[in-house]
C-alpha cells in the first residue's frame, strides 16, 4: 500500500497489502466522510471496523466490519457484522472511477464495538481512494 497526499491518498500496490485503516476514533454522533475512488478494478470496500480489531487483517474479513462492497456486480454487497447482504438498502455497487461517495455513518452501539474507525480495502493492486 502506498499513502501519499498527508495520508489523504491510498494506492493498491499487491494483493495482501490492501486494507487501510483511518486514524480518527469515533464513539458518538453521526459522522460523514467524503472519498473519491480514484480507481477501481474488480471490486473495493469502504465501512467501519472496530477499533479493538486486528488491523493487520484485511477489514471485509474482521468480526466488526459493517460497509459497502462494489465495483462490479458480482462483488455488490453491504456487509454488516461481516456477513454479506446483496442488495441491501438499494444498494446495487454500481462504483465506478471518479466516482465521489459521501458516507453518513451513524454510531451504533449494538452493531459495532465503540470506538470504531474508517476502513477501506482496494481489492486489487491499482486501485486507489482518496479522503476528500
Known amino acids: 500500500m502506498n499513502v501519499s497526499e ?3 491518498l491510498a494506492v493498491a ?13 469515533y464513539s458518538s454522533g453521526i459522522h460523514q466522510i467524503s472519498i473519491e475512488i ?3 478494478r474488480h471490486w473495493t470496500f469502504f465501512g467501519i471496523i472496530s477499533s479493538s480489531d486486528q488491523r493487520w487483517k484485511s477489514a471485509p474479513s474482521l468480526p ?26 438499494g444498494f446495487d455497487g454500481d462504483i465506478i472511477d471518479n466516482d465521489r461517495l ?31
Do not use: H, M, Q
Open 13 to 25: 500496490k499487491s494483493v495482501g497489502d490492501i486494507s487501510a485503516y483511518g486514524s480518527s476514533l
Open 64 to 89: 466488526s466490519a459493517y460497509g459497502w462492497c462494489g465495483g462490479n456486480k458480482e462483488c455488490a454487497f453491504v456487509l454488516l457484522n461481516r456477513a454479506p447482504n446483496k442488495g441491501y438498502g
Open 102 to 132: 459521501e458516507l453518513t455513518i451513524p454510531i451504533d452501539v449494538k452493531r459495532c464495538s465503540l470506538p470504531w474507525a474508517f476502513a477501506v480495502d482496494l481489492g486489487y493492486p491499482g486501485n486507489s481512494v482518496r479522503i476528500l
Open 38 to 40: 480514484v480507481k477501481v
Open 6 to 8: 498527508s495520508g489523504l
